[in-house]
């Protein structure tokens, strides 16, 4: 787990994740049609969108660190280097991910509601307190 989050921690990584998460994506949605997938063909396009989501949030961290902590000194030899998304973030990333799936998946049910919007973001909001406090 170590060594996907190092690999993790780099921009281009992660861009380029959600990139080959994306193609993909398209190329099986383009490529497919639900009826003849099958319940492991619906689970495959539920885990790509998984990976695709994952990948978006740790792009946006990423950003978010690359312009917080953007350097604005004239000497940048001198300066620190700017510090990558720790561990935690991704793993808060991978539990913020899970979020649009299951919203998607209620909504083809047919079951999304109120309540269920609310407790999902309760939850969100108890496992990123997890991640961070752990």
């Given at each position: ?33 639900p009826l003849s997938a099958g319940p ?23 950003i978010y660190f690359l312009l917080r ?22 793993a808060a990333t991978a539990t913020w ?38």
């Amino acid at each position: 787990m170590r060594q996907a989050a190092d690999f993790l921690n780099s921009l281009p990584a992660a861009a380029l994740l959600l990139v080959l998460t994306l193609a993909a994506l398209i190329g099986v949605i383009v490529t497919v049609s639900p009826l003849s997938a099958g319940p492991a063909g619906a689970m495959a396009v539920f885990l790509l969108m998984y990976l695709c989501f994952f990948a978006l949030f740790l792009v946006g961290a990423h950003i978010y660190f690359l312009l917080r902590y953007r350097q604005d000194a004239p000497d940048e030899q001198h300066a620190p280097q700017r510090p990558a998304p720790s561990s935690r973030v991704v793993a808060a990333t991978a539990t913020w991910a899970i979020a649009p799936i299951i919203i998607l998946a209620l909504s083809s049910l047919q079951q999304l509601d109120t309540v269920s919007v609310i407790l999902l973001i309760v939850f969100e909001i108890l496992a990123s307190v997890y991640v961070f406090r752990r």
